[in-house]
């Protein structure tokens, strides 16, 4: 999955993206009502308080849903199927992503398997992706 | 809310559908616009206001010659038109408007005057939270929850099979129809070619060419109009929002903008689930009919994929839905919304190629930029 397109951060995701670059995954937590939320904002989508901070969270999840994509679209690397997927990490945020290092097969992809992130880069970024966690 | 105040006096697609080389995505909406004030027997100086979905409402109304004094661009993806249709009716109600024509028009498969939308914007949302992933076609993206949808409910692609299944009974009966092969759930799972596992080709919708259009007034002024008697009168109608990125779906299986929509719907129009004869589902992808069917409340959790299988849905059936094939078999320019609305009104006025024999209340529902939005709409042929 070396190819793709490369995001562009903005003024309120470049700390999440500055911190993937150094194979970190930041999430914001509001201090207020003490709930996780993603996409970043610097107000809380939940209680509307500006008291909200960035937070390391664990990078462990499951895989929540997934489909195993047979036509990647250029730039993609499209010599194999993609796995993009949604997983819910332990924090209780819900990030699209994709699976690597997996069998592209139903049977190897069983829904709410354990999942942990590992960082890919991507043009001048690294994209949060995850790994099944018994791969690791 | 609208009470049957509001009549759809013009209603008409362009003359083809399909594969459509020659004509710009702006032609297709003129070419809608044109077909449709035929239809009602009105000429452009008629029309007041103007609403419309992708290119804005001036380039439409200046490309018809048209000089509106009310406009409406609202944008939420292929359920745009079903919003439209619910702010002319307020606008109409209000004074603001007399006679509104809705256009749509999209070169989904020739992309012949469409590379203003070609474009991913890589500091969206989408830009950096999914289209790095791949998630950027709408295969790829619009697909990814349903198969929580269907492990959740004990459900399997099987449940798939027989939507795509349904729908192409209906198609087989209408010529104008894209996909009209019969086909069987088997074929659907095994012999259509993978596109994104769950889902194969034929449980994808099909890409084409076209544009439809409508016309609205007051129900008081279609009383005097040519089509008075083809009049189709707006009992009640719903929008809603979604998330604008996949990930933040608040429940992978449901959508709470279907629910918010439909429900408003019904209320508006003071009508219960089983006073409806016929129903559309907006089915980019075979999931959604499967989703809407229980967010709408016309079956229970989990019921859905039985309810179809029963043949409930199909020919004969007891809730005849997508009846001109829907997206998966009829047509999807991309913003299919459109299209379903056409439908709902054909079967109003007795006028579709597989007639119901005695449909009298239609509902719509429809979805916009994956689960990004939701527009709901109650119509009936008879005024209350």
Redesign the interface.
């Given at each position: 999955?070396a190819d793709?397109?490369?995001?562009?951060?903005?003024p309120e995701?470049a700390p999440f993206?500055a911190a993937a670059k150094e194979n970190r995954l930041l999430i914001q937590r509001c201090r207020s009502c003490a709930r996780y939320y993603?996409?970043p904002r610097p107000w809380c989508p939940h209680c509307f308080s500006e008291d909200v901070e960035w937070h390391q969270v664990s990078g462990r999840g499951r895989l929540?849903?997934?489909?195993?994509?047979?036509?990647?679209?250029p730039p993609?690397d499209h010599t194999g199927p993609?796995i993009?997927?949604?997983v819910e990490l332990d924090e209780g945020v819900?990030?699209?992503?994709?699976i690597i290092d997996a069998d592209p097969a139903?049977d190897s992809l069983r829904?709410d398997a354990p999942v942990s992130v590992a960082f890919h880069p991507?043009g001048d970024f690294k994209?949060p992706?995850f790994r099944l966690a018994h791969a690791q | 809310m609208h009470n049957g105040n509001i009549a759809v006096v013009g209603a008409a697609e362009t003359t083809d559908l399909g594969v459509l080389p020659g004509v710009s995505m702006i032609q297709l909406h003129a070419e809608a616009a044109r077909n449709a004030l035929a239809d009602a027997g009105l000429s452009p100086a008629d029309i007041d206001g103007v609403a419309t979905a992708g290119p804005l409402p001036m380039e439409i109304s200046h490309y018809l010659g048209i000089t509106p004094r009310w406009m409406d661009g609202t944008m939420v993806g292929g359920c745009s038109f079903m919003l439209h249709v619910r702010h002319a009716a307020a606008a109409i109600a209000a004074g603001a408007a007399t006679t509104v024509l809705i256009t749509h028009g999209e070169s989904g498969r020739s992309r012949i005057g469409m590379s203003r939308y070609e474009a991913?914007a890589?500091?969206t949302?989408s830009?950096?939270?999914?289209?790095?992933?791949?998630?950027?076609?709408p295969?790829?993206?619009f697909?990814?929850?349903?198969?929580?949808f269907l492990?959740d409910r004990g459900m399997t692609r099987t449940d798939l099979g027989e939507v795509v299944v349904a729908q192409r009974e209906w198609a087989m009966q209408n010529p104008r129809a894209f996909r009209r092969k019969p086909i069987t759930v088997d074929e659907v799972l095994h012999s259509s070619p993978?596109?994104?596992?769950?889902?194969t080709r034929d449980m994808c919708c099909v890409v084409t060419d076209g544009g439809a259009a409508l016309i609205l007034t007051s129900a008081d002024r279609s009383a005097d109009l040519p089509v008075a008697d083809r009049a189709v009168f707006l009992l009640g109608s719903g929008e809603a929002t979604g998330s604008p990125?996949?990930?933040?779906m608040e429940d992978?299986g449901s959508f709470g903008a279907f629910r918010q929509a439909s429900t408003e719907a019904f209320a508006t129009a003071g009508i219960a689930r089983d006073e409806v004869d016929h129903l559309m589902c907006y089915d980019a992808f075979a999931h959604l009919p499967l989703y809407m069917l229980e967010d709408l409340g016309f079956v229970g959790h989990g019921e859905s994929g039985a309810f179809i299988a029963s043949g409930a849905t199909r020919p004969g059936g007891t809730l005849p839905m997508n009846t001109n094939g829907g997206g998966l078999s009829y047509t999807h320019t991309g913003m299919y919304g459109m299209f379903a609305i056409q439908e709902a009104i054909r079967q109003l006025r007795g006028e579709a190629a597989a007639q119901l024999p005695a449909a009298r209340v239609s509902f719509v529902q429809g979805v916009g930029l994956y689960f990004g939005a939701a527009g709901s709409l109650v119509f009936s042929n008879v005024k209350p």
């Open positions: 999955m793709g397109f490369a995001p562009k951060p903005t995701t993206w993603f996409y929540a849903s997934y489909i195993i994509n047979y036509r990647p679209l993609a993609q993009i997927a949604l819900r990030l699209l992503t994709n139903p829904l991507r994209l992706v | 991913l890589p500091d949302a830009g950096q939270f999914e289209v790095p992933y791949g998630a950027l076609a295969y790829s993206n697909t990814v929850p349903a198969l929580r492990h993978p596109v994104a596992y769950p889902f990125i996949m990930s933040q992978l």
